[in-house]
Structure formats: C-alpha cells, structure tokens
C-alpha cells in the first residue's frame, strides 16, 4: 500500500510538535483505552505523553514530626531479672532507658512467647490471632494455628502503610514451625508480613556460637564461626539497619522491632562475661530472692508490705544442698546473668547510637519480656534435651560444670533460679499466675513523655501495646486492608503523662494449655490445674490488696468467682479459646509425631542445603532407612546429620570405619563396620519393637548387614539443626571430628523412607512416662 504524501507520519508528527486534535488530524489515531485506566489509573492516556496527564503514584507520607519506634523483646526474662526491677544483675544500660521514661508494675503476657509476640504483633488477643499456644504444629482449630492469621495485620503492616520503614532483627516465631524452610510457604515470614528488612530465625530458640537457622529476608545464611555470639550479632545488625534508614531514608521514621533470644534457652553466654559472675550466686536462690523483695519494696514496684510466697513446689532449700550441688547450680545463675548483661551491652550501644544519630530524643523505646522465667530446667540441666533421654547424672554434671554456658553445653538453670528471676510471684512460664505472664515494660520517648525514671501503676495487657504504639505514633488503629480484624487491645497513651490515668482495660481473660485466669477490675481468678481435669477449681485474688497472690479469698466470695468464671467464658468464646487444649505438654510438643501421616519418602540429589528440623524428616521415635548410593566411597567425612551432639543421629566416615550415631549428650548409642573402598550403596537402619525407644539399628553395606545393635534407649525428641548432607556445618553431631568435616567421596543420591503411622494410646503413655522420669542417679 502506498503512503499518501499528504499525511504525516507518527514518528514525523511527533517531530515536529503536534499532538491533540493536530495529531489526529495528522493522521494519529486517538488512543485506545488500556487496561490500566480501568485498574484505578487516574489521569488520561493520549498518544503521546505531552498531551496525557500522568498519575504519579505517591507512597504515605507520615506528619511532619512522627516519631520512630523501637521496640526491644527479651525473651524468658522474668519480672525481677533487670536492675530497674529489682534484679541484682547489673543492667545500667537498660536502667538508664527506663530512668529516661517509665517502667510498668502491672503489665501482663500470655505466657509463652509465641502467644505474647502474636498479641504484641497483632494487637489482637493471642487466640484471635491464631496462635493460643505456640507454632510447632496446626491442631486443627482457628484458635490454635500455629501460624499467625492472615487476616491479623501485622505492625510492622500497619506503620508500613502509614509511611514507615519497618525493619526486624532477631526472633520471629510467629509463623508454623514447617514452613520455614526454602520452599516456604513464606506466607508468615517478615518480609511478607510489612518489613522492608529483616534478619532472624524462626524457632523457640537457637544456639548463640553456631545458629544454624539464620536468615536475611527470604534466604538462610550460615554466620561465621569463629567469634560468633547471636546477642552480639543481632545488635551489630540492628545498629547497621539504623545507620543505613539514617543514610537512605532519613526523611522517614523507622519502625523496628530488636527480638533478643536471651535469655532462653540454651543458657549460653561469653567465656569473659560468665567469668564476671563467678561467685556471685553463692548464696543461693532463697537469699536473692528475697534481696530482690527488698529492693522492688525500696523501688516502690511492690507494696512495703508485700510478702514473699512460699517456695514454688519442687524448690528445696538452698541449705539443703551439698557443696558440689551448690556450685553446679550457682553456674547456671552465673551464665543466665551473663546472658542478661550482654543483651544490656548492646542496648547501650543502640541507645549511644541513636543520640549519635540525633534520632534518640523522638525515638519511642518500648523494652519487654515476653512471659516470666521458665521451669524447662526442672532441677537444673548441663542439656535440656537430655531430659526426655534419661537425663544427665550429677556425677556426669559435675564433670561438665566448666563447660556449662560454652559452646559444648545445652544448658537451663533449675526450678528454684526461675523462681528468683519472677520475685515475687508464684510459678512460671506456662502457667497463668502471675510468675508467668508479669513482665517487665519500659516506655521511654524524650520529646514527648515528661517523666523520668517514674512508675505506673496501670493494669495492661500485651494486646495493648500495639495500639499504644500506634495512638503515639497518630496512626489510627483502623486499618484499611481488606478484611483485617479490629484491634482488640487498647491504647495505654494517657498513662504517659498522667500517673493516675484509668487502666486502659478493665479486664482480661488467660488461658495457655488449659491454664486459665481472668482479671476484671481488681479482682483475678485463677486455675489450681488444667480444665477439665480431677481437682481443678478457681482460685481468688484481690489484686488492689495482694498484688501477688498469696491469700485465696475463693472460699469466703463465691459470688466474685461464680461472676469472674462468668467473665472468662464469655471472653474465651469471643476470642476462639474453644476447644481448649487438653493434651499434655508432650503431647502438644510431639503433635506431629505422635499424629503422624505426612512425608514418608525423600529423595535427595546432593549438594543441598540445610533440611530446617521442622521441615526434615522425622527420625527419633519412628522407624526409618536412609539409603545412600554412592560415585566415590571417599575415605572421611559426613554422610548425614540429623540434628547435633545435643540430640541428633548422625554418619560418617573416619580412619577406615564408617560410624552411626546417636547422641544426646552425654548419652551415646553407637555402632561402626570397616569402611571398604569401593562402597557402592549403604543403607542405615532403625527398627522399632516398641516405641519410642526399643528397636534395632543396623549399617548395611552393599546389600549386606555390617553392624548391628539393639536397644531399649533410643532417642526421642526434635533435634535442634535439622538435616545435612555430606557435611556438617554449625554444631556438629559428633564429637569425634570438626565441623564441617566434608564428605571427600560423592553422593549421587539420597533416599529416605520413615514410618509415619500414629502413635496409640500405649506408645504416646511410654513416651510421657520417659519425659516425666527424673534424671539417673547412676
């Protein structure tokens, strides 16, 4: 076709200037409509953008002025573990932040640490939000996901909509233990709930020297070795995120939330820093328990005549111990103070920043604990995960005692050191008296909070801080995203200046694995055991005059009960409290394998990554084969490890022998077989007559059976490190070769087959009979 000579052409008209009516008279055609004017494009599409008007997307801009927020969790730290509550561990740093604003004496948590963060998160109570226990499996029912739900918006959501950069360090443990892994779903991971940046891990715990779990954003990274200590590690990178938002987007406030694993479990800490403490816990948890009484009186956080409780059950006198019983135990309270001391360390380094920084004077600091000291330890432990294989002896402690806190430990500290971090209230985590869910709380914000260094009295709950958060920061607590539920918490803001302000809530209900309470007004009721079970009643407090219940008023005021009982089932079925769980600790912490169901079958073709231990396969307490065939025999190295040295099975390679482990320090169940040259296949067996612990383990090489072993103490638990092929980095499984100790031959492949039939009643009973047992004597 020919071109008519009297028309422009596109390229032509636009040359030379014309647009509009012009160009079309030129021979442009008007332009079509796009798609992208029906998506909410706002301004107009003409052929050329001289005659279009554009529709520049523009983000939020908060007010002129908004403050940053800071919010610090520590984690399994009681009420009087901090030198501003009480705790004799020097803590100037924090004390300094809490003389620069306020400490709260009546903030309250839910007890465990998943539930307290997804109430902190969410500003919904912790069933609303999905997680009325913690995140190791989905029973089943809304209030007990496991996994944060999807219709809770996140704070780190709703300040990034207002315009905020949100950045997160440290612990998540909001999302379902099996999705953490590198095919996710990553649905619950921070960087898909509102932070621009993040740097965590995701389980209950991690080890300080080697963590094994440790992500930046979306991707697992390994942390260096030598020098490493995660407290240290996550304050290094919270102060790099701050320095970078200051160079980068200093035109915007920050929100970031400092998630410390301390002082959880394992107690690990610095050789120096447990050196600073040696001798210092001489004098044994009943003296210090009561010095900290002395000194929260003296402080005004208890009343003058508050009295001690008496010893939680299980907790002998000190003076009843020996020597050496003594001094294994004032290890434990030296390591636990280390850990608290470095957190603070690093707290003043973020503090000495952001004056650096010229950011500290509108910089709203918010420092907590997520429930009270915890009772895992039972009596004190140089392994907590020993404790369902036998435990570790005192003999076999004592030996251990130097290594207690160091990289080659596993520790928790006893019942009677628990009860000295939560002065002066009864019980612990998990439990819904006061020991376990009153916490610390510091509020600090230079350019707006007049107080300095004083106290408030305001009853407040978890669920409140975020909308505390948010009316100081004048973000409204509505959110625009489709389908987000409404806050539950309220905000606590008239508190800041006014130390006579009402309580932002008149009441709260508790509940954590059938543990229940129930505050309404100056009243609280709690359970004597869990629901449902032979003995269970309510116990009454009258929190105005014994603020840590020490006198049952239940008998002399049914009526108060009978109108408090009344309260809490009203509130338990608005907030997706039922069904409440009434399986046992164990029971809920080896859901998925006693359920079992799920993968049976794995096929690996290496060099992979690490296998995260919710996600890999189920090896302790079930029948299993790995089958590993095999290019190079290699002559050293690791073939597998499943967890570590701690609790874990592992295989490898060494002078001539090829050995199969199970460990849980210092408990070893071994066998090895000659290591031939020119191995094509080997398969490594565990067969069980009666679970979980009586079976048969077998090496067979080539199709024939090279070793075998039987026995009645096989391993049960969850490993801590997941699973590895061909090496072993991070802690290593065995003791008897360093990490990584790469496998030098080569694996083509990997087969895994485990039995994933239910446990019965009679195994998961076998089972709670081991976990229940006390340590060995022998």
């Not at 009153?438 to 909308?467: C, K, M």
């Not at 608005?574 to 409440?580: D, E, K, R």
């Not at 048969?696 to 090489?701: E, G």
């Not at 090279?706 to 490190?721: I, K, V």
Request: net charge neutral; with cysteine; hydrophobic share 40%.
């Amino acid at each position: 076709m020919e071109r008519d000579p009297n028309k422009l052409s596109r390229r032509e008209a636009i040359a030379a200037g014309i647009t509009g009516s012009a160009a079309v008279g030129a021979g442009l055609a008007a332009a079509p409509a796009q798609a992208g004017e029906a998506a909410g494009f706002k301004g107009r599409i003409a052929p050329v953008m001289s005659a279009s008007t554009p529709d520049i997307r523009q983000e939020a801009v908060p007010a002129a002025g908004s403050p940053n927020v800071l919010l610090v969790i520590l984690d399994d730290v009681g009420f009087a573990d901090l030198g501003c509550y009480g705790g004799e561990i020097p803590t100037p740093n924090i004390d300094r932040l809490a003389a620069s604003g306020l400490r709260y004496t009546n903030f309250r948590t839910t007890g465990v640490c998943s539930a307290t963060r997804a109430s902190v998160m969410t500003g919904l109570n912790p069933h609303s939000a999905g997680i009325g226990w913690l995140t190791f499996s989905d029973s089943g029912y809304p209030g007990y996901r496991g996994d944060l739900a999807e219709n809770a918006a996140t704070m780190a959501e709703r300040f990034s909509d207002a315009g905020y950069c949100a950045y997160h360090v440290g612990k998540w443990h909001v999302n379902l233990a099996d999705t953490t892994n590198a095919a996710g779903p990553t649905r619950n991971w921070p960087s898909q709930r509102g932070y621009a940046r993040s740097y965590w891990f995701q389980g209950h715990s991690t080890d300080y020297f080697a963590p094994a779990q440790l992500y930046a954003g979306n991707e697992r990274i390994t942390p260096p070795v030598d020098g490493y200590y995660a407290t240290d590690d996550f304050t290094d990178r919270a102060l790099a995120f701050l320095r970078d938002h200051r160079a980068q987007r200093g035109d915007r406030p920050f929100l970031m939330t400092l998630a410390h694993p301390g002082a959880h479990s394992p107690l690990q800490a610095r050789r120096e820093d447990i050196a600073r403490f040696k001798g210092a816990y001489d004098a044994g948890w009943d003296v210090l328990r009561a010095a900290r009484l002395d000194r929260q009186k003296a402080m005004g956080l208890v009343p003058a005549n508050a009295a001690l409780p008496p010893a939680n059950p299980g907790v002998p006198r000190w003076d009843t111990l020996d020597p050496a019983q003594r001094r294994v135990q004032a290890r434990y309270m030296e390591v636990y103070a280390a850990m608290i001391a470095r957190i603070d360390e690093g707290v003043g380094r973020i503090l000495d920043a952001l004056e650096a920084l010229g950011d500290r004077d509108n910089t709203i600091i918010a420092l907590m604990s997520d429930n009270g000291g915890s009772p895992d330890g039972r009596g004190g432990t140089p392994n907590l995960l020993a404790m369902v294989n036998g435990g570790v002896t005192p003999a076999e402690t004592a030996e251990r005692i130097d290594a207690i806190g160091g990289p080659d430990s596993y520790p928790m500290y006893s019942l009677g050191w628990a009860s000295v971090s939560n002065t002066p209230f009864r019980l612990y985590k998990h439990d819904t008296h006061l020991g376990g869910v009153a916490d610390p709380l510091i509020l600090s914000w230079p350019r707006t909070i007049p107080a300095r260094g004083e106290l408030r009295g305001q009853f407040l709950h978890a669920v409140d801080l975020l909308p505390t958060l948010l009316d100081a920061a004048g973000i409204p607590a509505r959110s625009d995203r489709p389908g987000a539920k409404p806050i539950e918490g309220r905000s606590a803001r008239s508190s800041f200046a006014d130390r006579d302000a009402p309580d932002p809530r008149d009441r709260q209900y508790f509940e954590m694995g059938g543990l229940r309470a129930m505050r309404l007004g100056r009243w609280r009721i709690v359970s004597k055991g869990r629901f449902g079970l032979p003995g269970d009643a309510w116990e009454l407090y009258d929190t105005a005059t014994d603020p840590n219940e020490t006198r049952d008023l239940a008998a002399e005021r049914p009526d108060i009960v009978e109108r408090l009982d009344r309260a809490w089932t009203k509130e338990a079925q608005a907030h997706q409290v039922f069904p409440i769980d009434d399986r046992s600790l164990l029971e809920r912490s080896f859901a998925e394998l006693f359920r079992g169901g799920g993968k049976d079958r794995w096929s690996i073709i290496p060099p992979i990554d690490l296998i995260p231990e919710e996600s890999s396969p189920k090896l302790l307490g079930r029948d299993f084969e790995i089958e590993l065939t095999l290019a190079d025999a290699g002559r050293q190295g690791v073939l597998f490890a499943h967890g570590n040295q701690f609790l874990g099975a592992v295989a490898f390679v060494r002078e001539g022998r090829v050995w199969f482990e199970f460990r849980c320090d210092p408990h070893l169940i071994a066998l090895d077989a000659p290591w031939p040259s020119t191995v094509r296949n080997v398969r490594f067996v565990q067969r069980l007559s009666a679970r979980p612990r009586v079976g048969r383990l077998s090496i067979v090489i080539d199709g024939r059976e090279a070793a075998a072993l039987d026995s009645d103490r096989l391993l049960l638990g969850t490993p801590m490190q997941g699973l590895q092929i061909g090496r072993n980095e991070s802690v290593r499984a065995s003791p008897r070769y360093a990490a990584p100790f790469a496998f030098d031959g080569r694996i083509e492949r990997v087969e895994i087959r485990t039995d994933n039939k239910p446990y019965d009643a009679g195994e998961i009973a076998a089972a709670s009979r081991a976990y229940a047992a006390p340590a060995r004597k022998d």
